[in-house]
């Protein structure tokens, strides 16, 4: 037997291969990763300017769980009848079952090649170099990387001027009134935020909008979204719209393959999505290794984010839909919560702002009324004086 091999050694690959093993599965597994290093967290990466990577997994614990590390190399190509694997050195792997978790890049649009991104340590690494005392920094993007790497660069009190080309930030993920929260935040920490702001080029020192309109920096980083690392999956055949296409147990369009993470497009609640998240790398992780093994359930885990900025933390659980009206549980200068239901009155989305884990347990039991399928008052659910594990229990 060939056994189970995984591409990709993210937060999604790690969490699959030991759930595997949990799930008392005890052939081959193989798992492959491009970088040379242990497998970190990546989340860390945007959020300080002293970052040493939180590694994943212990060194030990992938010989302690017979599970075989392939790192600093990558694949070339799928042979999906003869179920092997190409590598980059020339090596083969034959396999059972694969999983891709391979991922996501950052995007760079046309003009902006020349911009730093952040993915790995090493961008890290170059990034927060740059950001030092009175440096001026130039941030594309007023989404969380963004927005999560102007606060780092302004606790070294760096000069930071964030370019967002929609009409405010965080347009695609929260509604207008936790943005706002956010926005004033950073203005009053003396982040300069210029909203419609079309970038035409951009390179590592400069960020023009027009010919007439050029803004030179120490550095740019570009923070404007991420591509799915698909093109292993495209090359085999596989349906790849948006990163690869998985039904409800995260199998492909071959039998034997599986995808999951940030590389891949599933449908939750009716539409599909493909989540760059830390939380939803390690759900489907630990639930396409259930399907692997033959015991998948429906996977009901409600997409949830989080982003930390100065010490204001921001969730988010479920999808808004920004063309729909949302209600208000609690608002303040820096603490708000607000809700979005669908027609039928089912619970659809929450976000939630505020100092430290002011939130926290709120947005917690908001996610689970979500996970529930929950019908709600509105009305009562916007009361703040009514209690949600009342709530939570009803449901």
Known sequence: MNGIVIIGAGECGVRAAFALREKGYRGAITLIGEERTLPYERPPLSKGVAVTPKLIRS??????????????????RIDVDARSIRLADGTTSPYDKLLLATGARPRLFHGMEGCATLRSD?????????????????????????LELAAAAR????DVTVFEAGPRILNRAVPQEIARIVRERHVAE?????????????????????????????????GVGAVPNAELAEGAGLAVNNGIIVNAAFLTSDPNIYAAGDCC?????????????????????AHVAAAILGMSE?????????????????????????????????????????????????????AGIGPDNAVSKDLRILEKLIERHAVVDPHMLADPSQNLKRLLKAA
């Open 59 to 76: 060194e030990a614990s992938y010989a302690d769980a017979e599970i075989k590390c392939m790192f600093g190399v990558s694949a070339d």
């Open 122 to 146: 090493l961008d890290a690494a170059a990034i927060h170099s740059a950001m030092r005392p009175h440096a001026k920094i130039g941030m594309i993007g007023g989404g969380f990387i963004g």
């Open 155 to 158: 606790k070294v009190n760096a």
């Open 190 to 222: 003396g982040v300069n935020i210029v909203t419609n702001a079309n970038v035409s080029r951009a390179d590592r020192q400069t960020v023009e909008l027009s010919a007439e309109s050029a803004f030179t920096f120490d550095a740019v980083i570009a």
């Open 265 to 285: 497009n599933f449908e939750w609640h009716g539409r599909r999505l493909r989540l760059e998240s830390w939380k939803a790398a390690q759900d489907q992780g």
């Open 298 to 350: 429906p996977y009901t885990k409600v997409p949830w984010f989080w982003s930390d900025q100065y010490n204001l933390t921001l969730q988010v659980a479920g999808i808004f839909d920004q063309t729909r009206p949302v209600q208000t549980r609690a608002i303040s200068d820096e603490t708000g919560i607000v809700f979005q239901c669908d027609d039928m009155g089912l619970l659809t989305a929450v």
